[in-house]
């Protein structure tokens, strides 16, 4: 995993890809966002979507996993290189976060991120601060979600 | 079923400056370790000994998790007593302090604006800053989100 100084703005990613189905959207919204146009088919064909759909929280949440789970496999080569590992995380905020078209059940959701600032933390010298634009796309082409997220990545230590 | 339905809110009933308080919810650690497991499976929101290494300097929950757990809170507290037709995003979350183990949270809505949609006469805006709270008061995490609400009367201006 690189360190704050070794990424480069614009530097853009392909982070995974999900089918949301439709068992995983009704549990979702029943534990966290039970409105019933994420719960239930013949509610949200008579509600402005037209059919089940899933959570704006859930289309985001899917992003962080499939994150995690590629920071881990970059984790994994450097390690196995030899290479040593940089700290990321936690993310400090997001802000415009967009849900721009539902999530249907069966879309599949093409998720990609790309780095548009690096500064050094004024309060935390060690570490550097990450602004991180990404997208969700559908099968269909259209951006379902888009959003900013603000993280904290550790710098390269000094050596003497 | 028509007076349930008409008993719930319109965008002609919030105003501007109003304040709600949602909650207690007690969150414990099995259910920050579960939402991480599933959906942000790092080290600080999964293990106590990991999570003393990283800036968080102990367990806390995904920020995701809070926003998660926050929307279940509105949802119960007022949304679903709305006529809601979801949001179309959110301003700004800001994660300012974590969310640890056993906390008992509540979610503080202020009601920031309301405008007519300029394109549907059928819905309004309800922009709300949400902050959750732990027991003492002090804002872990806030949220700017403009609400879409069902006008109790398409185009009229109450």
Request: glycine residues 6%; proline residues 5%; hydrophobic residues 45%.
């Amino acid at each position: 995993m690189k360190y704050f100084e070794d990424i480069a703005v614009g530097a853009r990613i392909a982070v995974g890809s999900h089918t949301f189905k439709a068992d995983e959207i009704k549990a979702f919204a029943v534990r966290f966002d039970p409105q019933p146009f994420h719960m239930d088919e013949s509610a949200a064909e008579n509600s402005h979507f037209g059919a089940l759909c899933a959570s704006g929280w859930h289309s985001a949440v899917v992003w962080m996993r499939l994150m995690v789970d590629y920071r881990r496999r970059m984790m994994e080569a450097a390690r196995a290189r030899g290479e040593p590992v940089a700290a990321m995380g936690p993310a400090l905020s997001v802000r415009e976060l967009k849900w721009l078209k539902p999530v249907y059940v069966d879309d599949t959701i093409d998720y990609a991120s790309e780095v548009i600032e690096a500064r050094v933390s004024k309060s935390r010298p060690g570490v550097g601060l990450l602004s991180i634009y990404s997208t969700g796309v559908n099968q269909r082409g259209e951006t379902v979600l888009s959003f900013i997220s603000t993280t904290f990545v550790e710098r390269r230590p000094v050596t003497s | 079923m028509h007076h349930e339905m008409s008993r719930k809110l319109h965008w002609e009933d919030f105003q501007a400056g109003a304040v709600t308080v949602y909650g207690p919810r007690l969150v414990t650690r099995e259910e920050i370790v579960a939402f991480a497991t599933e959906f942000d499976p790092q080290p600080m929101h999964l293990d106590e000994t990991a999570a003393r290494a990283t800036i968080l300097g102990g367990l806390a929950a995904s920020g995701w998790h809070s926003c998660c757990l926050l929307m279940r809170m509105i949802a119960d507290g007022f949304v679903n007593k709305s006529h809601s037709l979801g949001a179309p995003g959110v301003d700004e979350v800001r994660w300012l302090k974590p969310l640890r183990p056993n906390t008992r949270v509540r979610v503080r809505a202020t009601v920031l604006e309301t405008r007519a949609s300029k394109s549907r006469p059928d819905f309004g805006f309800v922009k709300c800053l949400f902050e959750m709270l732990d027991e003492q008061g002090a804002v872990l995490t806030t949220l700017t989100s403009p609400l879409m609400v069902a006008r109790r009367a398409a185009g009229a201006r109450q």
